[in-house]
């Protein structure tokens, strides 16, 4: 079994994917993380602005091993994860170590823009887990610590726009998505509403 789970920026969909790979017993995956390599990847290679070029034989040539999650998890890395995600090259050299992943049994949750979109167009259950900006803004200043409320906004906008603008894989609900948004849930109450979600899913 697949679950998609999409969504923007801070909308809960990593805590909600990790929550339900947990529950059901698979595989996780977080796809934006793959993007933040290559992006770090690409800035290391050749700072800013980025260079398509570094950007597409990071992809090319990426080893998840040589990361670690907390040179991943700020707001720079993020900016440059959306901006090598415009990249059609860069977006087709990740297809398929996804799609490989999420082959795997007994079953695989995967979260990111793009999954029940482009990456598994039949995944078995999807979720587009959302939240207002000013929302996701908060939660995103707690994770991070950040002083500059405005300034995390303010990313946020910028990503959001970029990342449903592009013209390969933009972030958009799949047609068969289930739409949630957590703007007014606490976390447990958003994992428990997907979980029900798959549940529905599972035995029609
Ligand atoms: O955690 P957060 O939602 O802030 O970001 P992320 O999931 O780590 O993704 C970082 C960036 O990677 C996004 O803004 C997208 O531009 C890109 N991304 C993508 O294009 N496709 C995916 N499947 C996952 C991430």
Redesign the pocket.
Known sequence: MIIAVDGP??AG??TIARALAQHFGFHFL????L??MVGLAALRAGGEPIAAEAAIAAAKSLDPTAFADSDLRNEQV?AA??IV?VIPEVRAALLELQRAFARQKPGAVLD????GTVVCPDAHAKLFITASAEVRAKRRQLELGAEDYEAVLADIRA?DE??SKRAT?PLVAAKDAVVLDTSGMDIAAAVKASIDVVERRRSP
């Not at 990111?112 to 999954?115: A, L, Q, Y």
Request: cysteine-free.
């Open positions: 920026a801070a969909k990593g977080d796809t934006g993380s993007y933040r993020a994860a959306s995600a990111g823009r793009d999954i990503r970029r990342d894989a």
